[in-house]
């Protein structure tokens, strides 16, 4: 079935997986019965195989875990709008250029007019135009774990794209469950970034957690 040792060391991976049809199978141990040279490549394979059984595996610390799992969430639930905005953009391709030619020579007219006006004067104070603008929030998640009588504040950092980076608490103490708990709350919580210029930037939000009781 096979020719060359070439085409025999390319099937090698599926021979020691199992993987190999009969006829395979048996047409690679034909040919190992009488290449020395394959036959010492094959068991290279299965000692480096072995090796990297015996390797020990890696536990993922839960954070980590919890933080790569919204990520993966937040990528999936973006997705279609990514798609329907490069169709979109795809769309309005042929029609920039006419687009382009129209809005230029009404810039032009607007320019030729405006140059023949003369701008009156005005006592009025010019408004201060905003920015710059704190990130926010948006949707906090529910709490389901006490803070104590002294509570706890935390710097919460949001990248651009209103996702959580990270945080770090500047009061406050808590156990393991306490910050494992926290951990669910900051970043399934839905926070608007900051924006310098209309565009928007990195940023941080400040919150402070504390008990509520209520009583009837």
Known sequence: MFETCVEIRNHFSDYLDDLCTPDARKSIRYH?????????QLEQW????????????????????????????????????????????NALKPLLLPATGGLLTAVICFCLIMGSQVVPLTNVPDVTVQVVTPARVQTLAPMDFSTGDNGMVLVTEINAEGRVKGYRVLSGTGSPEIMHRLDRMIYFSVFQPATMFGKPTDGEVVLSLRRITVRG
Not at 32 to 40: G, T
Not at 55 to 80: M, W, Y
């Open 46 to 89: 299965q000692s480096v195989r072995e090796e990297l059984r015996a390797l020990p595996h890696q536990q993922v610390p839960p954070e980590v875990a919890l933080r790569l799992r919204v990520q993966v969430s937040q990528e999936l639930n973006r997705k279609p709008f990514t798609d329907c905005w490069v169709r979109f953009e």
């Open 32 to 40: 190992l019965s009488f290449c020395d040279v394959c036959e010492e």
